[in-house]
């Protein structure tokens, strides 16, 4: 521990000494980076949370400033050379800070990921597997709907404030589609199972992709770690060389898809070889690091409303604008989508550095530029805050493999914190734990709980034993 808190600091120390020189500044977070995902290799498994935060940050922050380095070509700065300089430095820190919250979980914690799991009972089963059928039958149906709808229409439609007219009945079941397939897969079923239930969870997001959205990515990079912990936890081998093998061959025929479809959402033709539209993909994913540099930038010009506070505030918004306390309480909702309520009242960071970066217009029209845990602490709390938070994600990501294989709630809950948690690199801080004030999740856990209670007490599965 003293060895790498030794070599933290000089870590630190080298970012102080080289950040004033772009060149000398990527290099040095790059190896932080580097160094954070080496050091998960030994204990791949116990650390995959942590492996894959690392490779989200490396695509969404790191990919960019690293390819103008390559290239050498610094001429698409969307800021000042100063303000992407800050950029940098902060990442760097918070790079640092979350391998000190991961020395800090392995200082103190020496338990083995559980080989026997908690029994679940079968009633929990039984009762998340029906309300998943439910909602992700009805989810596809209305994920496609909309597709039918939207397909022909730009991508930009989907982050305007007007949307699709569907039964809010509908809606609503649709949209607890996520919790109830993580119900589903925190009652540990077979391999078999998982795989038909994760096949009918990623078919309910495809139109959703096939519109733009990327945030169904997360589901893929998400069962990622579910099977890389089942296969250390159960007695048979989940992961085999073919599945392997399959996914280094796909990968690249992923990436290199995924890269192609950012020139067919935009109309335009994509002239690159395959290698050259797999590099110009994570260059494109990198934007979050410009909103990274814009947020330092437009710092002293963001909204300064009453006690604003983009790290912990979305909370806040959430919990006095949903629907049932602005009716009580009378206040107004911000709306949904891109709308000038949000872009100059709240705590959303996304909407009011894309209003002022991008123009009031533009905004309208439903660009964005999205956010990231690393400028929201910034601006929020400086340096020390961006270590100190980082440093709390990286103790989160090490601890959440070791409650998988706990009691039913505590697998739900370490299963939706891990397929949020991933993604903050380019969301905001609290997006991981926003699910627990999110009155569908509320609903849907109360609905299983009630079901699960009334199917215990009339004994239906003991009468069919």
Same mark, same amino acid.
């Given at each position: 521990?003293?060895?790498?808190?030794?070599?933290?600091?000089?870590?630190?120390?080298?970012?102080?000494?080289?950040?004033?020189?772009?060149?000398?500044?990527?290099?040095?977070?790059? $190896?932080?980076?580097?160094?954070?995902?080496?050091?998960?290799?030994?204990?791949?498994?116990?650390?995959?949370?942590?492996?894959? +935060?690392?490779?989200?940050?490396?695509?969404?922050? *790191?990919?960019?400033?690293?390819?103008?380095?390559?290239?050498?070509?610094?001429?698409?700065?969307? &800021?000042?050379?100063?303000?992407? =300089?800050?950029? /940098?430095?902060?990442?760097?820190?918070?790079?640092?800070?979350?391998?000190?919250?991961?020395? =800090?979980?392995?200082?103190?914690?020496?338990?083995?990921?559980?080989?026997?799991? &908690?029994?679940? !009972?079968?009633?929990?089963?039984?009762?998340?597997?029906?309300?998943?059928?439910?909602?992700?039958?009805?989810?596809?149906?209305?994920?496609?709907?909309?597709?039918?709808?939207?397909?022909?229409?730009?991508?930009?439609?989907?982050?305007?404030?007007? $949307?699709?007219?569907? #039964?809010?009945?509908?809606?609503?079941?649709?949209?607890?589609?996520?919790?109830?397939?993580?119900?589903?897969?925190?009652?540990?079923?077979?391999?078999?199972?998982?795989?038909?239930?994760?096949?009918?969870?990623?078919?309910?997001?495809?139109?959703?992709?096939? /519109?733009?959205?990327?945030?169904?990515? $997360?589901?893929?990079?998400? *069962?990622?770690?579910?099977? &890389?912990?089942?296969?250390?936890?159960?007695?048979?081998?989940?992961?085999?060389?073919?599945?392997?093998?399959?996914?280094?061959?796909?990968?690249?025929?992923?990436? +290199?898809?995924?890269?192609?479809?950012?020139?067919?959402?935009?109309?335009?033709?994509?002239?690159?070889?395959?290698?050259?539209?797999?590099?110009?993909?994570?260059?494109?994913?990198?934007?979050?690091?410009?909103?990274?540099?814009?947020?330092?930038?437009?710092?002293?010009?963001?909204?300064?409303?009453?006690?604003?506070?983009?790290?912990?505030? #979305?909370?806040?918004?959430?919990?006095?604008?949903?629907?049932?306390?602005?009716?009580?309480?009378?206040?107004?909702?911000?709306?949904?989508?891109?709308?000038?309520?949000?872009?100059?009242?709240?705590?959303?960071?996304?909407?009011?550095?894309?209003?002022?970066?991008?123009?009031?217009?533009?905004?309208?029209?439903?660009?964005?530029?999205?956010?990231?845990?690393?400028?929201?602490?910034?601006?929020?709390?400086?340096?020390?805050?961006?270590?100190?938070?980082?440093?709390?994600?990286?103790?989160?990501?090490?601890?959440? #493999?070791?409650? +998988?294989?706990?009691?039913?709630?505590?697998?739900?809950?370490?299963?939706?914190?891990?397929?949020?948690?991933?993604?903050?690199?380019?969301?905001?801080? *609290?997006?991981?734990?926003?699910?627990?004030?999110?009155? !569908?999740?509320?609903?849907?856990?109360?609905?299983?709980?009630?079901?699960?209670?009334?199917?215990?007490?009339?004994?239906?599965?003991?009468?069919?034993?």
């Amino acid at each position: 521990m003293k060895k790498k808190l030794c070599v933290d600091l000089a870590l630190l120390l080298s970012l102080c000494l080289v950040q004033y020189d772009m060149f000398f500044l990527t290099l040095v977070v790059t $190896a932080i980076l580097v160094r954070n995902l080496v050091e998960c290799i030994k204990c791949l498994t116990e650390r995959s949370v942590y492996f894959i +935060f690392n490779i989200m940050i490396l695509v969404f922050i *790191v990919g960019r400033p690293l390819i103008r380095l390559i290239r050498n070509d610094y001429t698409d700065l969307f &800021v000042t050379k100063e303000a992407t =300089l800050v950029a /940098l430095l902060i990442t760097g820190v918070s790079l640092i800070g979350i391998h000190f919250g991961k020395e =800090l979980f392995e200082l103190y914690n020496q338990k083995q990921l559980i080989q026997e799991d &908690v029994p679940i !009972k079968r009633y929990y089963r039984l009762v998340s597997c029906v309300l998943f059928i439910c909602s992700v039958a009805i989810s596809i149906g209305v994920e496609f709907y909309k597709y039918s709808i939207l397909k022909n229409e730009s991508y930009l439609v989907l982050f305007k404030e007007t $949307a699709v007219n569907i #039964p809010p009945i509908l809606d609503i079941i649709a949209g607890l589609s996520l919790f109830t397939y993580i119900f589903y897969l925190a009652t540990n079923p077979s391999k078999l199972k998982s795989i038909l239930a994760t096949i009918l969870y990623v078919l309910s997001t495809l139109p959703g992709f096939l /519109l733009g959205k990327r945030i169904q990515i $997360a589901s893929l990079v998400f *069962v990622v770690i579910y099977f &890389v912990i089942r296969n250390k936890m159960d007695k048979k081998r989940w992961i085999t060389k073919r599945y392997v093998i399959a996914g280094l061959v796909f990968l690249p025929i992923i990436v +290199f898809i995924l890269g192609q479809m950012n020139y067919t959402r935009s109309h335009k033709v994509n002239e690159h070889g395959p290698l050259s539209t797999m590099v110009d993909f994570v260059y494109k994913q990198g934007t979050t690091f410009d909103t990274i540099a814009q947020g330092v930038y437009y710092e002293p010009v963001l909204p300064e409303n009453f006690a604003r506070n983009y790290t912990f505030g #979305p909370i806040y918004d959430y919990l006095t604008q949903n629907s049932i306390i602005s009716k009580i309480l009378g206040t107004r909702r911000f709306g949904q989508g891109n709308n000038l309520i949000s872009a100059n009242f709240g705590n959303n960071f996304a909407h009011h550095i894309s209003n002022i970066s991008l123009g009031e217009d533009v905004y309208l029209l439903g660009h964005g530029r999205g956010t990231s845990y690393v400028v929201e602490n910034y601006i929020d709390f400086g340096y020390v805050g961006v270590f100190l938070l980082s440093a709390f994600i990286g103790y989160i990501l090490c601890i959440l #493999p070791f409650y +998988f294989n706990g009691r039913y709630l505590s697998r739900i809950i370490s299963l939706l914190i891990t397929f949020h948690i991933v993604t903050i690199p380019r969301y905001n801080f *609290v997006s991981f734990i926003s699910f627990l004030y999110d009155l !569908k999740f509320i609903f849907a856990i109360s609905i299983l709980f009630s079901l699960s209670w009334i199917v215990s007490k009339l004994r239906i599965l003991d009468k069919k034993q």
